[in-house]
């Protein structure tokens, strides 16, 4: 690891003295000369992270399981109505492993239930600990970003033009799970997240509103996973 970091950090060094003295045979002219000479440093600074990425181990992975939530909703009637409180939820995700122990992952899920559709992009920061079993680690962390709620099949009686069944909203929340290497490049794992985050619609039914409320968002996730 010390290697590495030397090495990455030598690079930066030269990187950055080339761009110093880099100069442009074509333009005769100092100011012009700064200007493309500013421009080169501002794309190798830009370039570093992709420079340092492909050092270290990444992985991709696909999910697959199933979704929670809870729904309330307000109207000043009695409404004929039950709305869905769980989904299939399907993901993708890549991870970076800046130490042995630290990930850091970029993960977008989806829930399917019959009636709304719940869609949430991520940045989570993890812990592999091993559990004294081999090639077996527990994971704890937290995540942050953001997510849509979309209605997919409108409760009976709404009014489209005065309807707003979208919501976008930030989500943030812990990380919990199992991680088994299967082999050098495969690994298999067991998530849960629940998600700090609420998600208001509302629509009109004969001139009244009702109200919606979708909150206690919870996955549960099997995952597969490919490691560069």
Not at 166 to 171: F, I, V
Request: proline letters at 4%; a negative charge.
């Amino acid at each position: 690891m010390i290697c590495k970091v030397a090495y990455m950090t030598f690079g930066m060094f030269v990187g950055i003295v080339n761009a110093i003295n880099f100069r442009p045979v074509w333009d005769e002219s100092s100011q012009k000369c700064m200007r493309h000479r500013s421009i080169y440093i501002v794309l190798l600074l830009l370039l570093l992270p992709l420079q340092v990425a492909a050092r270290q181990p990444i992985s991709a992975a696909l999910y697959a399981g199933g979704e929670t939530h809870s729904v309330d909703f307000q109207f000043s009637e009695p409404i004929d109505i039950d709305p869905e409180e769980d989904g299939d939820t399907f993901g993708l995700g890549i991870t970076y492993a800046a130490t042995e122990r630290w990930h850091v992952s970029f993960d977008w899920t989806q829930s399917d239930a019959d009636d709304v559709k719940i869609s949430n992009a991520t940045v989570g920061l993890d812990y592999h600990l091993p559990l004294g079993i081999t090639n077996l680690y527990g994971v704890v962390g937290v995540f942050a970003g953001a997510g849509t709620l979309d209605w997919q099949n409108k409760p009976p009686n709404f009014d489209p033009l005065n309807d707003d069944l979208k919501s976008r909203e930030a989500s943030f929340g812990p990380h919990l799970g199992l991680r088994y290497d299967l082999s050098e490049h495969w690994s298999a794992s067991l998530s849960y997240r629940y998600f700090v985050q609420e998600f208001n619609t509302n629509a009109e039914i004969g001139g009244e509103l009702i109200e919606f409320q979708h909150d206690n968002i919870q996955t549960v996730l099997f995952g597969i996973r490919y490691h560069l």
